[in-house]
Structures are given as structure tokens and as C-alpha cells.
């Protein structure tokens, strides 16, 4: 009988603001077990959520028993290093020059990788998601915040610092809303979860003719971008608005993508795709008529295919990616 090598297993960990994720994906891509999750509870503190994330860890192997575990790979909000393994500055988990790598790989007597959570989202995608099978794709997550991912020639593009792919924070209006991160007219500004909200409560406040607020019992703040595309679904023209709008300003954002690196794909992943068609529709149409023709040609724009273990395929990826050279 010949031997066969075993395949190797490779522990995921996706740290969000709202939650962690953690799965076990098998090396050549095949499969993924043991998905866990649990609240992020930031509230808790910094040691808290670390100790969270280690533990997810701990019960995606347990429920992985019998599997080969090779390693771990983290997707971490960032700005952070990916070569020393250290996340600079999180204020939303309470992390300042975090060594997250090396407290996890220690805790778990595994060799463990770093990387942004969105680059892993994207590269999760990429892997075995809606970009499956090209070279070039850009992708954006939208949530609470925009983040994104390059990957070129089937490898994450990270820039010279490790911050290539804020496309969240590309400025589409050069005078426009302010931005959480200091700058002006950010996508992010227009197009997150957030600030498609706040649009829709100015217009409301502005008069706007609409069923919205009755989505939210007359209380404004409790509108959300999912109780927009709700209203959108149910016909309301003034959400419809809202949710063109959002079409218009990502449509600029990913005309500027396409020029600038003419990818084969370009994934939106979060939230936002539950508009579905009525987001689609007219974000292609925008960058149809924005967008160099040769580009947009062989351009798909499409939701992602992984909603929830997208970060968690990438983070494993980036693992298999450093250690054996391919994915
Ligand atoms: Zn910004």
C-alpha cells in the first residue's frame, strides 16, 4: 500500500467588532469544520478579548479532533505589522501594539500568522468564494466600516507598511463628509453601514416623503441601512433613493479601482449585498459609465459567496500561503 501524506489542517480566526469567528480548513482547500463563534465583548478589555479568541480556537481543533493542526492564522482588524505579528492600533478592541500573533501561538504551541481582516476576507473570496479561479481581484467589505482587499497575481498585495487596500478611506469627494479616520469625503463616509443610515435619517429629518420611520416606530436612530433596504424591498420610494445613492458613491469607488488595477473581479462582501439587484443594478451601470471600457469589460462586480467564514478560508490561506509558498 503507498503511503498517503496526511492533509493538514489549519486553524482560521476572524476578529471582528461585533464578532469572532473561528473554523478549521483543510489545507488543500476542501473543507472547513468546527466553525464557533462568540461575541467580541471589546467592553471586557483587551486581555479579555485575546483570551476569547484563543479559546474559539481551542474548541474549532476539539470539534477538529483527529485532523493534523499545522497552525493558525488571525485576521485582525488593523492598522498592523504582518511581518512582526504585532496589531498597532485597535480602539475599538482596545489594542496598542498588541504582540496578538505571539500570544496566540504560544497559548496554542502552534506557529501562527498575521494578516488585516479584510485583506483575509477578500483572500478567503479569492481562495474558494465568488473570485475563485482568477488572478486579479478587489474586494471591499462593508459593515460598520469599509475595508478592502487587493490581490494580485493570487497573492495579497500589502503595500510597502501593510495599508494597501484601505479602500475604504479613497476620497471620492474632495470637500465631503468628514471621516471617522480625520479625512474628508471618504467612501466610508458614504457608503458603510452607518453612513448610509445617517443619509436617510437627514433626509427624513428634511422632510423627505417616506415610510421609514414607521419601520422604527417614529425613533429615528434606530434606522439602520437593513431597515433602508427593508423599505427599499417594500417599495418605498424615498429608501429606494437612499439605496441608489449608496449605488452611485460605490460606483465611483470601484470605477477608481478598475482604473486603476483592471481586475478580473471585484467582490463586495457584508451587509450591503442584501440589497441585492437594487444595489447591483445600478452600481455596474455607474461604473459602466465611469470606467475605462477595456477594463470594465472583463470586469465581474459581484457579492461575495462567503458571508460569515470569508475571513476565516483567508486567514487560513495566509497561513498556508507563508508556510508552504502556495495556496
Ligand atoms: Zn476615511
Not at 470539534?63 to 480602539?91: H, M, N, R
Not at 482587499?149 to 507598511?161: C, E, K, M, N, P
Not at 423599505?231 to 429606494?240: I, K, Q, R, V
Amino acid at each position: 500500500m503507498p503511503s498517503r501524506r496526511p492533509v493538514h489542517y489549519i486553524v482560521g480566526v476572524d476578529v471582528g467588532g461585533t464578532n469572532i469567528v473561528a473554523g478549521t480548513v483543510a489545507q488543500d482547500g476542501s473543507e472547513i469544520v468546527g466553525v464557533v463563534s462568540e461575541p467580541t465583548a471589546s467592553e471586557q478589555g483587551a486581555d479579555a478579548v485575546v483570551d476569547r479568541l484563543i479559546r474559539l480556537a481551542r474548541a474549532s481543533m476539539t470539534q477538529a479532533q483527529g485532523k493534523e493542526i499545522a497552525g493558525v492564522g488571525i485576521g485582525s482588524p488593523g492598522p498592523l505589522d504582518t511581518k512582526t505579528g504585532v496589531v498597532l492600533l485597535t480602539p475599538n478592541l482596545g489594542w496598542v501594539n498588541m504582540p496578538l500573533r505571539d500570544r496566540v501561538a504560544t497559548a496554542l504551541g502552534l506557529p501562527a500568522t498575521l494578516d488585516n481582516d479584510a485583506n483575509c476576507a477578500i483572500f478567503g473570496e479569492w481562495w474558494r468564494g465568488a473570485a475563485r479561479g482568477v488572478e486579479h481581484v478587489v474586494g471591499l467589505t462593508i459593515g460598520t466600516g469599509i475595508g478592502g482587499g487587493i490581490v494580485l497575481h493570487g497573492d495579497i498585495y500589502r503595500g510597502a507598511s501593510d495599508i494597501a487596500g484601505e479602500i475604504g478611506h479613497m476620497t471620492i469627494d474632495s470637500t465631503g463628509r468628514r471621516c471617522k479616520c480625520g479625512n474628508y469625503g471618504c467612501l466610508e463616509a458614504y457608503a458603510s453601514g452607518p453612513a448610509i443610515a445617517a443619509r436617510a435619517v437627514e433626509g427624513v429629518e428634511a422632510g423627505a416623503d417616506t415610510s421609514l420611520p414607521r419601520y422604527v416606530g417614529g425613533n429615528l436612530p434606530l434606522i439602520t441601512a437593513q431597515v433602508v433596504y427593508e423599505a427599499a424591498h417594500d417599495g418605498d420610494e424615498y429608501a429606494l433613493e437612499v439605496v441608489r445613492d449608496t449605488a452611485k458613491f460605490l460606483g465611483a469607488g470601484v470605477a477608481n479601482i478598475i482604473n486603476i488595477f483592471n481586475p478580473q473581479v471585484v467582490v463586495i462582501c457584508g451587509g450591503v449585498t442584501l440589497a441585492g439587484d437594487k444595489l447591483f443594478v445600478p452600481l455596474r451601470s455607474e461604473v459602466k459609465r465611469r470606467a475605462f471600457k477595456p477594463a470594465v469589460e472583463v470586469c465581474r462586480i459581484v457579492p461575495g459567496e462567503l458571508p460569515g467564514t470569508a475571513g476565516v478560508w483567508g486567514a487560513a490561506a495566509v497561513f498556508i500561503r507563508r508556510t508552504w509558498g502556495r495556496v
